[in-house]
């Protein structure tokens, strides 16, 4: 079995012809079209798994699959020292005059689609969580308290809510858990709108009491006392 988190050999960097870049950067450079090509879930576990970035350590890693066996893109997490955590993009496409597609350090161009998508496809009557971030996403779907859910979250940090496709909330009970500061709140009021402009049946947003510490999240321990204190409104 292939191990998508070892180094690249020398022959593997060669062939995927890596551009450099992150998420930020995908912005900044010369206007380019760039056509994304989703390959198979068996060519994705070639994907580059960088262990560092920009002389950072890379800390999550997280693929983002259609639902009909294709990888549509990768993100990534990584931590400068003294400095906010960053997040890159890994695309497989092609740039304007390219023959051939390859691995790009370059955000995919919106709608993206969302996060778990397999499972929110698949769990079509369950009610929707939707968390701030794809480490948030992973421990809720694993977490006893939301077994009964789909779990989902948008690529892009708290700011790229806009980007993503949303039409799978479509006739859908939708619960937001925002992380607990500005920027949570601001992005599940985001998604609140973009949910009932995609066709969700009802949406909520979750209000954590007030002993929750600024910047907690649903990926943290729970603070106590515990979780019978935390109620729904509606978005």
């Given at each position: 079995?292939t ?15 890596l ?24 060519h ?53 005059g ?12 919106p ?30 779907a ?7 859910y ?14 993503s ?35 969700a ?27 019978k204190h ?6």
């Amino acid at each position: 079995m292939t191990d998508i988190f070892r180094p690249l050999t020398d022959e593997e960097k060669r062939g995927h012809r890596l551009v450099g870049g992150s998420c930020l950067d995908a912005h900044r450079k010369p206007p380019m079209h760039f056509t994304p090509v989703p390959v198979s879930l068996e060519h994705s576990a070639a994907i580059p798994h960088p262990r560092t970035y920009k002389q950072a350590p890379v800390t999550g890693f997280y693929c983002y699959d259609d639902g009909d066996g294709l990888t549509g893109f990768a993100t990534f997490r990584y931590d400068p020292p003294n400095a906010r955590k960053q997040f890159g993009w890994l695309t497989y496409g092609k740039l304007e005059g390219e023959d051939l597609p390859r691995w790009h350090f370059r955000a995919p161009p919106p709608p993206r689609m969302l996060y778990n998508l397999p499972d929110l496809l698949g769990k079509a009557d369950a009610p929707v969580l939707v968390v701030e971030g794809e480490k948030a996403a992973n421990k809720a779907a694993l977490a006893a308290s939301w077994q009964g859910y789909a779990v989902t979250t948008s690529s892009g940090g708290a700011e790229g809510a806009h980007k993503s496709d949303w039409s799978p909330l479509a006739g859908r009970e939708v619960l937001i858990a925002p992380d607990n500061d500005i920027a949570g709140q601001a992005y599940a009021h985001a998604v609140a709108e973009l949910a009932r402009q995609a066709g969700a049946l009802t949406v909520q947003i979750i209000r954590w009491p007030d002993y929750f510490p600024k910047g907690w999240d649903i990926a943290d321990a729970l603070p106590v006392p515990e979780q019978k204190h935390v109620t729904g409104r509606a978005a």
